[in-house]
């Protein structure tokens, strides 16, 4: 262990962090931190209860003298997305993540920080530590596979938790800010049956690189480049001017993430190298002019290999990919024409994987209307069922709907207003929480979402402010010392 953190404040905070980041725990990989945290809640002497979706409910007894006072639940998810720079050599089933001090933030090695949602993990952590925190009865709810479709909470059951009558989520990323509402989201994939026969030419590779990506939900407003989209679209103009075919196409790594690289493997005649030079290099000028400022590093590049006799795709085949990579919506569909500037339905390819005879392609739905969201997933899946490819939708969950009256988020914005001298600002993410499946299994629920600034989440730029963390958890033990 590196110790890396050890002597920033606050220390309990940082050294939990710091061992969470040493234990892999990428979606389906999460056994290991679940266990690190029931070890040590048990060593505490508190109670603790693992289901089998792996879920843990540790509970603290309410401080000496405030056992009236009605039980809160902390929650936070086991699970991080796993994305990495394409040269990193890290594992994320068993390599711990290389922490980076620079100056107020902390990064990971060229992967994924995991703060989403380590450091609410490591603040639960941190309340078992401290003795001197007021606070009423604890539930920690961990959950696993957030980060995929919120499986494990959509597992949980309730009922040991059912006397709990509010919620602090520990999984926003912006401090200051109190959350209070979500978009509710599904996954579709989408399956094509490929067809293939042999073909002899030069092996060429088109990569488009350097995009921005970041989190489907919270990043989608940027207007930021798909590189799977954008592949699509310079193929399709490629193909106007020289006759190809398609070896394999894949990007991006999670559905969840905007994906920053795709690649595509060719097949052109020797005699079109230099004209294929030429449109790849007009393609990414103009696209260069297009891009928002958070593209500028885009870029197209070609790389060569040898002559000879390949499996392509037949043209059957890769009518069906471009086709469906040049039709399919992505990106902001709508906005919120109460709320300016906010997001109400979305949609992102994040993920296309091509194999011999099967292409798979999968999205992440967004929308604070769970219709507008159904008919995302009916318009993909009509698409792809009129192609004759297959389709499914999985992962459903609610939208999380303000509440009208929210006794908690006035504790909240008092406090905060009380420790720093200013508003806590109220808001609705487009992003996804597990606040809306709480909210939908107890109705009764107060439920608000905080946490510090963590930036560029779902990508291997992901860091987190050490000052911010440190306000955020000096604001938790307010509120919870208020709420005892």
């Known amino acids: 262990m590196e110790n890396l953190l050890e002597a920033i404040e606050p220390k309990n905070v940082f050294q939990h962090f710091e061992r969470i980041c040493q234990i892999p725990h990428g979606s389906y990989n999460t056994k290991a931190l679940a266990d690190y945290c029931e070890s040590y809640a048990t060593g505490k002497g508190f109670e603790t209860i693992r289901d089998g979706a792996g879920n843990l409910i540790i509970t603290i007894p309410a401080t000496k003298g405030h056992e009236s006072a009605s039980p809160v639940i902390l929650q936070g998810h086991l699970d991080m997305v796993c994305v990495k720079d394409a040269a990193s050599p890290h594992d994320f089933e068993k390599d711990p993540l290389k922490l980076v001090l620079k100056d107020d933030f902390i990064y990971a090695d060229k992967t994924t920080l995991g703060a989403d949602d380590g450091i609410g993990i490591a603040m639960c952590l941190a309340v078992m530590d401290d003795p001197s925190i007021v606070h009423p009865k604890l539930y920690c709810v961990f959950t696993t596979e957030e980060e995929v479709g919120m499986d494990g909470a959509y597992a949980l059951d309730f009922t040991p938790i059912a006397d709990a009558t509010r919620m602090i989520n520990l999984d926003s990323e912006d401090e200051g800010t109190v959350t209070v509402g979500c978009a509710g989201g599904a996954r579709v994939v989408v399956t094509y049956n490929l067809h293939r026969l042999k073909a002899r030419g030069l092996q060429t590779t088109l990569t488009v690189s350097g995009l921005a990506g970041g989190h489907s939900g919270d990043g989608i407003s940027q207007f930021g480049y798909n590189a799977n989209i954008v592949l699509g679209k310079i193929l399709n103009e490629i193909a106007k001017k020289i006759d190809f075919s398609i070896i394999s196409l894949n990007g991006g790594i999670k559905d969840n993430a905007i994906p920053q690289t795709a690649r595509a493997e060719l097949l052109i005649g020797p005699g079109e190298r230099e004209e294929l030079d030429l449109e790849v290099h007009r393609l990414q000028q103009i696209y260069r002019k297009m891009a928002s400022?958070?593209?500028?590093?885009?870029?197209?590049?070609?790389?060569?290999?040898?002559?000879?006799?390949?499996?392509?795709?037949?043209?059957?085949?890769?009518?069906?990919?471009?086709?469906?990579?040049?039709?399919?919506?992505?990106?902001?569909?709508?906005?919120?024409?109460?709320?300016?500037?906010?997001?109400?339905?979305?949609?992102?390819?994040?993920?296309?994987?091509?194999?011999?005879?099967?292409?798979?392609?999968?999205?992440?739905?967004?929308s604070t209307s769970n219709f507008d969201r159904d008919q995302i997933c009916d318009q993909l899946c009509a698409l792809a069922d009129h192609l004759g490819g297959s389709s499914k939708t999985t992962g459903q969950y609610p939208a999380w709907p303000v509440r009208e009256s929210s006794p908690l988020t006035l504790t909240l914005s008092e406090v905060y207003h009380q420790l720093f001298g200013k508003d806590l600002k109220v808001m609705t993410i487009h992003g996804g929480l597990e606040c809306s499946l709480f909210a939908a299994a107890m109705p009764d629920l107060d439920i608000v979402s905080i946490g510090p600034d963590n930036l560029d989440i779902h990508t291997d730029n992901e860091h987190m402010s050490i000052s911010s963390t440190a306000r955020t958890w000096d604001f938790l033990k307010a509120v919870l010392e208020q709420l005892a």
């Open 293 to 366: 400022p958070i593209d500028s590093n885009l870029a197209f590049t070609l790389a060569y290999g040898e002559t000879r006799q390949f499996e392509v795709l037949a043209p059957d085949s890769e009518f069906l990919i471009l086709f469906t990579l040049n039709m399919v919506p992505n990106g902001v569909q709508s906005m919120n024409r109460m709320a300016p500037g906010t997001v109400d339905t979305s949609l992102n390819l994040g993920i296309v994987e091509m194999e011999r005879s099967v292409a798979t392609l999968i999205f992440n739905v967004r």
